[in-house]
């Protein structure tokens, strides 16, 4: 099921984008929020695979909340942008919106982005993204191509926020390994149990910290480089009762 929220100041506007959605049995509509801070509540309630995002909201720009969003680590979350205007198409495109949708909404066009939509959704499968044996992991970085890691060999998941999507650095590797988009931080840390999250941008493997200084993580080497990685308020007491229990 692909769960999706609607975000529109016009309630009478996102009723009838909503019960379109509805005709469709994959797609399930979670919420209606009017305004962005509202948005910003039901995405945190439920991270739907898909959001319908107005343009002109009343307390935010739509173009600046899907920077809010990017802070939210949605990860595999496709927008659909929908206005009236067609000159915020490219802006939206540049923020690396998944589609535009022109008001008035014609079924047609709706129906051409669902079944996109639904292609992205077959297509990044999640039976695909993640394999693990005998103390290594099979990452698929698309739908063909993977790399085989073993687990000692890898530091640090980390979050890239333009691309969206997760990273491995692993030692003796000159740049990160880019993951499938619909790989989630959740996945990661509970395919080891050394990978704990730290903050919502980082998970770390337990085995290379030093120590955690001012909430910044030391590594031992060969990850000593890594100086920036913080310890979140809400992860500390986790990463501290995941360490004592690693003893």
């Not at 996102?14 to 919420?31: D, R």
């Not at 206005?83 to 915020?88: E, P």
């Not at 970085?141 to 640090?156: M, P, Q, S």
């Not at 990978?195 to 993580?217: G, P, R, S």
């Amino acid at each position: 099921m692909i769960q999706s929220i609607i975000i529109d100041d016009n309630k009478e506007a996102a009723e009838k984008l909503s019960q379109s959605l509805n005709k469709y049995s994959e797609i399930q509509v979670m919420g209606i929020a009017n305004n962005g801070m509202g948005g910003l509540d039901l995405i945190d309630k439920f991270s739907p695979n898909v959001l319908f995002l107005d343009i002109e909201l009343p307390d935010i720009s739509g173009l600046d909340f899907l920077d809010h969003l990017g802070n939210r680590n949605l990860e595999s979350c496709l927008v659909v942008i929908y206005t009236a205007y067609a000159s915020y198409i490219l802006p939206a495109f540049r923020k690396k919106v998944f589609d535009v949708l022109l008001k008035p909404i014609e079924e047609k066009e709706l129906d051409g982005i669902v079944q996109r939509i639904k292609a992205y959704q077959k297509e990044e499968s999640p039976k695909q993204t993640i394999s693990k044996k005998n103390g290594k992991q099979l990452f698929f970085i698309n739908k063909y191509d993977f790399h085989v890691v073993d687990n000692k060999e890898i530091g640090l998941f980390q979050y890239n926020q333009e691309l969206r999507c997760w990273e491995v650095i692993v030692a003796n590797s000159k740049s990160p390994i880019k993951l499938k988009r619909n790989v989630k931080g959740n996945t990661l840390v509970s395919s080891d149990d050394s990978f704990v999250q730290v903050n919502q941008k980082f998970i770390i493997n337990i085995n290379y910290l030093l120590e955690v200084i001012d909430n910044l993580c030391v590594f031992y080497p060969p990850f000593e480089y890594l100086n920036y990685v913080k310890v979140g308020c809400w992860y500390r007491r986790k990463l501290i009762e995941r360490f004592t229990n690693n003893l």
